[in-house]
C-alpha cells in the first residue's frame, strides 16, 4: 500500500486499496462446527414435529459430548 498524498485534515490518500472486508478474510476464520451444515441442510417445513424434536435432541447430546 503506498501513501499518494495527505490532504490538509490529516487524511491519507492510498493507491491500491484493498477493502476493509477483504483483509485477511480467511486467515482467522474459525472452522465451522459439522453441525451448521446439518441445521442448513435439514429441511424443516418437511419434518413432523415428533421428528423435528428427536433432531434437536441428537444435536444436542452430539453437542454435549453425549455417547447415545
Known amino acids: 500500500m503506498e501513501i499518494n498524498s495527505i490532504s490538509g485534515d490529516g487524511i491519507l490518500s492510498q493507491k491500491n ?31 413432523s414435529p415428533l421428528e423435528a424434536i428427536n433432531l434437536l435432541n441428537e444435536w444436542k447430546t452430539r453437542l454435549e459430548g453425549k455417547s447415545e
Open 17 to 47: 486499496q484493498i477493502p476493509k472486508n477483504e483483509i485477511q478474510k480467511e486467515l482467522f476464520r474459525p472452522e465451522e462446527h459439522p453441525l451448521l451444515k446439518e441445521l442448513r441442510a435439514a429441511d424443516i417445513n418437511r419434518l
